[in-house]
């Protein structure tokens, strides 16, 4: 059984897993702009390669956020 008070949420999740939470989100948010700036250098080059290969890299980027999300809407 869970030892900590009822109704409490994200201050009594163990450090350990908020920081791994916080650490991902921070790594995919960076993913995510990564793959945004490669695609608008895309564009602005006419460079199809690197415009398919930064949506690529955002929209990885995005899904991984978006399972964090539910991950942590689960945990709660």
């Not at 008070?5 to 920081?19: H, I, L, Q, S």
């Not at 650490?23 to 793959?35: F, Q, T």
């Not at 564009?43 to 539910?70: P, S, Y």
């Amino acid at each position: 059984m869970d030892d900590r008070p009822v109704g409490t949420g994200e201050a009594y999740r163990p450090a350990k897993e908020r920081v791994m939470s916080v650490g991902d989100k921070m790594k995919n948010a960076a993913e995510a702009a990564k793959g945004k700036l490669k695609k608008e250098t895309g564009d602005a080059t006419d460079n199809r390669d690197l415009q398919a290969e930064g949506q690529a890299e955002k929209t990885t980027a995005d899904l991984k956020q978006a399972g964090e999300k539910a991950k942590d809407a689960f945990k709660d």
